[in-house]
């Protein structure tokens, strides 16, 4: 089931395969740009999925994230919003979550805790319980305060917490990003799945290239 799709050597060359699939199927076309009104959403780089010894390991997570750690960075220097999502459970906000997943992110964890790869404290960490970082959280009034009418989701997994909250955002009112090779989970079939998914009608695919180089020029 786990396949390391991406490594430090080939992320480039098959994340650029994927968005040229993506373009001459669906005809992409939108273009994008990075501006004062653009948050980026880290989603749950957390030591559950980026520790080798944890049993939830995304082998190919450890190649997006020097990716993230800049668009961060960039972020930072030109004050635009930066979230990181944190998802942690309990038997009772977990919902439906006990029932697919064995075990629970439980927050005394230190398995909870984001990753030491990136540096947080200029950014706002947002604590979630379910997918879709939207649900039963303030990160649509955290979004609204600061004028933001655009996000770019990064982080793991694609096809699960990416996607329920590139869904929930789009749904939000939100113009939607999301880059190829900004996200990861566990196989390539995931990956490209939910890729041809929101691409037709919720998100626009660019390459994480892109996105550094639309920040380096605002």
């Known amino acids: 089931m786990k396949k390391a799709y991406f490594n430090k050597n080939n992320i480039k060359e098959v994340s650029q395969r994927m968005l040229k699939k993506l373009e001459s199927s669906h005809g992409i076309k939108i273009g994008f740009n990075v501006n004062n009104k653009t948050a980026l959403i880290v989603t749950d780089m957390q030591n559950y999925f980026l520790d080798e010894k944890s049993h939830a390991f995304v082998p190919s997570a450890m190649a997006i994230v020097p990716k993230i750690q800049k668009l961060c960075l960039l972020f930072f220097e030109k004050n635009l919003s930066v979230i990181f999502t944190k998802h942690t459970n309990t038997k009772d906000n977990s919902g439906a979550m006990a029932f697919w997943w064995k ?116």
Do not use: W
Request: hydrophobic letters at 40%; charged letters at 25%; glycine letters at 6%.
């Open 103 to 218: 075990d629970l992110i439980e927050d005394s964890l230190g398995a909870s805790d984001i990753a030491n790869n990136f540096d947080i404290e200029k950014a706002t960490l947002l604590e979630k319980h379910q997918y879709d970082a939207f649900y039963e959280t303030n990160l649509d009034e955290i979004l609204k305060s600061k004028g933001t009418e655009q996000v770019i989701i990064t982080g793991v997994l694609t096809h699960l917490c990416c996607e329920s909250t590139a869904r929930a955002a789009f749904i939000h009112g939100y113009k939607v990003i999301f880059p190829v090779d900004g996200t990861a989970t566990y196989n390539i079939k995931y990956h490209k799945s939910t890729l041809r998914n929101l691409s037709h009608g919720f998100a626009v695919p660019v390459l994480m290239k892109e996105l550094i180089k639309k920040a380096v020029e605002l």
